[in-house]
DNA sequence: GAGCACTGC
């Protein structure tokens, strides 16, 4: 069935006006060459900075920082807050004395793109004035540095040591609307720092509609000290068209509007978002079917996800030839990490794939949702970054006002045990009773805390222990994870166990060609480093590979693995080497003792056990949940081993186990007695 | 026989 519009509504005429539009150049430049657009590039610095939208509210904004303690700021991308607030403050005198004004941002990207933008409107190297920090990146200089941008990790690290952030004279929190888990703990902490530090102020700066609900926040128990300020965005108009009737087959929905668009409409790129991979190829092929039955069509169909090789990438970023139209067949990758130039064009079936996580299975759900009002909004964004644009919406208007404000907050459907060992290390005690800006169902907190008991970082009293709980604290690692690197040492493989940890914090090692015939030898050649005690020691022997290689390059292309994501994973391995050398931790390596490796990897992940059931499936041991090896693991085409433990697992249409080892039953009595005593004896028959 | 997207002293 053909997807019917409604006419676009009449106030979103076209009123070209070109302004700066890149409030967030944001474009991984580790990709692709950086597309910041800038329509007024031919003006003066200064003039760019007073065309834009906040500068009218400059005033204003400083009045009502010097009259309240927190100021919401909801305002559009676009807006130029992140760029312009930080100056105002530094202009207006906020820096005085030794403090900085701070801004976090969640992606990294944001962060250097920010601070470089802002550092050449001040006319200053970067690193002086204007500085950023983001792991294994600290571009700032001591007592130079007045404005800092940095990840919210960081932030929150430096908590650790200066809890009252006493360094700062302002914190921005930047795309609050995004709530992830470190935003949320942010929140709840600066709410404690506020009343401690009258004189420090915090910006929460938001595009969304929720700052009702974080004013409330700030405001709770307090003196009416928080505010809010609305800004205007600056993106072209961007005419919304509706479904007549609800659209029941997204793909044919897409295929259909896309075409419709191309027919109808002037020249300008289509931006379609879609679910997941196998819907991009699905869609991709129908239209190149339809472009390959009519030859007079100019039509370039792309698509583009996470896992699609660079050079895959790089192409939907190239300009689009004259008299082409370009078709972009993306998942939510193009909704706020990457910006793709020349979008005219949105069309948005609604829906999107979101993990959540069920405290009584203990597994992360993949599910599919319906987007959130904010997250439709921001696809429609996308249509106007260029100039006017329309966005295609494959569902009814009634579908779109009862859609949710925003996407549940990370908080409350994700696995917590990294959140709450860092609020105890920060002295939260009684973590059940923390100002949770959203606060996460009680059953999460009660496992988080659970599993930090059995690692042995928590005490019956729920008292970090030391050193043990402290340490692990201090680790940039997943609990488990901690606790496996810092007992590498007494089992002689700590070299090995900080490779493999490396290697399951990075994106997927391996590139999975898009035609046939390349994704076949991709898989043979892969074979070459599988072995039988599972994926963790299949990835070590790949490691290990590649460590020794000359030209890690070309080793990469040759074997069909990704080259950026090792190179990340080789500086993970160097930060775990020398933290463990901090924490006087023997860095040794066993490289012929492979069970030293799989009883360290048994000493923190025997939660995650799981044994072959008569049934055929596999079992948790507590929990008895039925599970399955994934497709992708090298033990899916072997033999079943009796006994496995896994890093994840993913809930699909049936449980599947990722990234597993292979161990020994008896391994878990003795590794970790206290979790196992009174159960493996039902497991292990 | 399966894969939304990010991210950390």
Same mark, same amino acid.
């Given at each position: 069935?053909?997807?019917?519009?409604?006419?676009?509504r009449?106030?979103d005429d076209?009123?070209?006006?070109?302004?700066?539009?890149?409030?967030?150049?944001?474009?991984?430049?580790?990709?692709?060459?950086?597309?910041?657009?800038?329509?007024?590039?031919?003006?003066?610095?200064e003039?760019?900075?007073?065309?834009?939208?906040?500068?009218?509210?400059?005033?204003?904004?400083?009045?009502?920082?010097?009259?309240?303690?927190?100021?919401?700021?909801?305002?559009?991308?676009?807006?130029?807050k992140?760029?312009q607030?930080?100056?105002?403050?530094?202009?207006?005198?906020?820096?005085?004395?030794?403090?900085?004004?701070?801004?976090?941002e969640p992606?990294?990207?944001?962060?250097t793109?920010?601070?470089?933008r802002?550092s050449?409107?001040?006319r200053?190297?970067?690193?002086?004035?204007?500085?950023?920090?983001i792991?294994?990146?600290?571009?700032?200089?001591e007592?130079?540095? $007045?404005?800092?941008y940095?990840?919210?990790?960081?932030?929150?690290?430096?908590?650790m040591?200066?809890?009252?952030?006493?360094?700062?004279?302002?914190?921005?929190?930047?795309?609050?609307?995004e709530?992830?888990?470190f935003?949320?703990?942010?929140?709840?902490?600066?709410?404690?720092?506020?009343?401690?530090?009258?004189?420090?102020?915090?910006?929460?700066?938001?595009?969304?509609?929720?700052?009702?609900?974080?004013?409330?926040?700030?405001?709770?128990?307090?003196?009416?000290?928080?505010?809010?300020?609305?800004?205007?965005?600056?993106?072209?108009?961007?005419?919304?068209?509706?479904?007549?009737?609800?659209?029941?087959n997204?793909?044919?929905?897409?295929?259909?509007?896309?075409?419709?668009?191309?027919?109808?409409?002037p020249?300008?790129?289509?931006?379609?978002?879609?679910?997941?991979?196998?819907?991009?190829? /699905?869609?991709?092929?129908l239209?190149?079917?339809?472009?390959?039955?009519?030859?007079?069509?100019?039509?370039?169909?792309?698509?583009?996800?996470?896992?699609?090789?660079?050079?895959?990438?790089?192409k939907?970023f190239?300009?689009?030839?004259?008299?082409?139209?370009?078709?972009?067949?993306?998942?939510n990758?193009a909704?706020?990490?990457?910006?793709?130039?020349?979008?005219?064009?949105?069309?948005?079936?609604?829906?999107? $794939?979101?993990?959540?996580?069920?405290?009584?299975?203990?597994?992360?759900?993949?599910?599919?949702?319906?987007?959130s009002?904010?997250?439709?909004?921001?696809?429609a964004?996308?249509?106007?970054?260029?100039?006017s644009? /329309?966005?295609y919406r494959?569902?009814?208007?009634?579908?779109?006002?009862?859609?949710?404000?925003s996407?549940?907050?990370?908080?409350?459907?994700?696995?917590?045990?990294?959140?709450?060992?860092?609020?105890k290390?920060?002295?939260?005690?009684n973590?059940?009773?923390?100002?949770?800006?959203s606060?996460?169902p009680?059953?999460?907190?009660?496992?988080?805390?659970?599993l930090?008991?059995?690692?042995?970082?928590?005490?019956?009293?729920?008292?970090?222990?030391?050193?043990l709980?402290e340490t692990?604290?201090?680790?940039?690692l997943?609990?488990i994870?901690?606790?496996?690197?810092?007992?590498?040492?007494?089992?002689?493989?700590?070299?090995?166990?900080a490779?493999?940890?490396?290697?399951?914090?990075v994106?997927?090692?391996?590139? $999975?060609?898009?035609?046939g015939?390349?994704?076949l030898?991709?898989?043979?050649?892969?074979?070459?480093?599988?072995?039988?005690?599972?994926?963790?020691?299949?990835?070590?022997?790949?490691f290990?590979?590649?460590?020794?290689?000359?030209?890690?390059?070309?080793?990469?292309h040759?074997?069909f693995?990704?080259?950026?994501?090792?190179?990340?994973?080789?500086?993970? $391995?160097?930060?775990?080497?020398?933290?463990?050398r901090?924490?006087?931790?023997?860095?040794?390596?066993?490289?012929?003792?492979?069970?030293?490796?799989?009883?360290?990897?048994?000493?923190?992940?025997?939660s995650?056990?799981?044994?072959? /059931?008569?049934?055929?499936?596999?079992?948790?041991?507590?929990?008895n949940?039925?599970?399955?090896i994934?497709?992708?693991?090298?033990?899916?085409?072997?033999?079943?081993?009796?006994?496995?433990?896994?890093n994840?697992?993913?809930?699909?249409?049936?449980?599947?186990?990722?990234d597993?080892?292979v161990?020994? /039953?008896?391994w878990?009595?003795?590794?970790?007695?206290h979790?196992?005593?009174?159960?493996?004896?039902?497991?292990?028959?």
């Open positions: 069935m053909m997807a019917k519009f409604l006419k676009p009449e106030d076209d009123d070209i006006v070109p302004t700066w539009q890149s409030d967030k150049p944001d474009v991984n430049t580790d990709n692709v060459t950086s597309f910041i657009f800038n329509s007024n590039v031919s003006l003066g610095l003039q760019q900075k007073q065309r834009l939208p906040i500068f009218k509210n400059k005033n204003h904004i400083l009045y009502l920082l010097e009259n309240y303690q927190t100021l919401i700021l909801v305002g559009e991308t676009g807006s130029g992140s760029t607030i930080p100056q105002y403050l530094f202009e207006a005198g906020w820096c005085s004395g030794s403090r900085l004004i701070g801004i976090t992606r990294r990207i944001s962060v793109s920010l601070a470089t802002v050449d409107e001040l200053t190297q970067l690193g002086h004035i204007v500085g950023y920090t792991r294994f990146d600290d571009c700032t200089t007592d130079v540095t $007045k404005i800092k940095m990840t919210e990790g960081i932030l929150m690290r430096e908590m040591t200066d809890p009252l952030l006493r360094k700062y004279a302002v914190i921005m929190l930047d795309e609050v609307h709530r992830t888990i935003t949320d703990i942010l929140m709840g902490l600066l709410k404690k720092i506020l009343k401690k530090r009258s004189q420090l102020k915090l910006i929460i700066s938001s595009a969304t509609v929720d700052a009702e609900e974080i004013c409330h926040f700030f405001n709770m128990s307090t003196t009416n000290n928080a505010t809010i300020l609305s800004v205007k965005g600056q993106l072209y108009p961007v005419s919304i068209n509706y479904a007549i009737d609800p659209v029941p997204y793909v044919q929905g897409v295929v259909d509007t896309t075409i419709k668009i191309h027919e109808s409409m020249v300008g790129d289509i931006l379609a978002f879609v679910i997941g991979l196998d819907q991009i190829e /699905h869609i991709v092929r239209l190149k079917e339809y472009v390959n039955q009519r030859t007079d069509l100019k039509l370039l169909v792309l698509p583009m996800h996470g896992s699609l090789p660079n050079n895959e990438q790089i939907v190239r300009p689009t030839p004259r008299g082409m139209r370009k078709i972009v067949i993306a998942t990758i909704e706020t990490s990457i910006t793709i130039p020349g979008i005219v064009y949105v069309v948005d079936p609604g829906f999107v $794939k979101a993990q959540w996580f069920n405290p009584n299975t203990l597994t992360n759900s993949l599910v599919v949702v319906p987007i009002k904010a997250s439709a909004i921001q696809r964004g996308r249509a106007g970054r260029v100039r644009g /329309h966005v494959l569902y009814t208007e009634d579908n779109f006002k009862q859609l949710n404000n996407t549940p907050p990370e908080m409350q459907r994700t696995e917590l045990s990294s959140a709450v060992l860092q609020l290390a920060l002295g939260i005690h973590i059940l009773r923390f100002a949770f800006p606060p996460p009680a059953q999460n907190l009660r496992v988080a805390l659970e930090l008991f059995a690692l042995g970082a928590l005490d019956e009293e729920g008292n970090l222990t030391k050193p709980g692990m604290a201090e680790l940039p997943h609990p994870h901690a606790k496996v690197l810092l007992g590498s040492g007494e089992f002689g493989c700590s070299d090995e166990i490779s493999i940890l490396s290697l399951l914090q994106q997927d090692i391996f590139i $999975k060609p898009s035609s015939a390349l994704a030898k991709a898989r043979v050649l892969k074979r070459n480093f599988e072995v039988e005690q599972g994926d963790l020691l299949s990835l070590l022997n790949i290990a590979f590649y460590e020794q290689q000359d030209n890690k390059k070309e080793f990469c040759k074997y693995f990704n080259y950026k994501v090792l190179k990340r994973a080789t500086e993970l $391995k160097a930060q775990m080497i020398s933290l463990l901090k924490y006087n931790v023997p860095v040794v390596s066993s490289p012929r003792n492979t069970n030293a490796v799989l009883k360290c990897l048994t000493s923190g992940f025997f995650n056990a799981a044994y072959l /059931h008569h049934s055929g499936a596999y079992h948790t041991v507590r929990g949940e039925e599970l399955h994934h497709p992708s693991s090298v033990l899916y085409t072997l033999q079943q081993p009796q006994w496995v433990i896994f994840e697992i993913v809930h699909t249409n049936r449980s599947y186990m990722k597993l080892c161990i020994e /039953h008896d878990l009595l003795e590794l970790a007695p979790y196992y005593q009174t159960v493996i004896n039902f497991g292990g028959r």
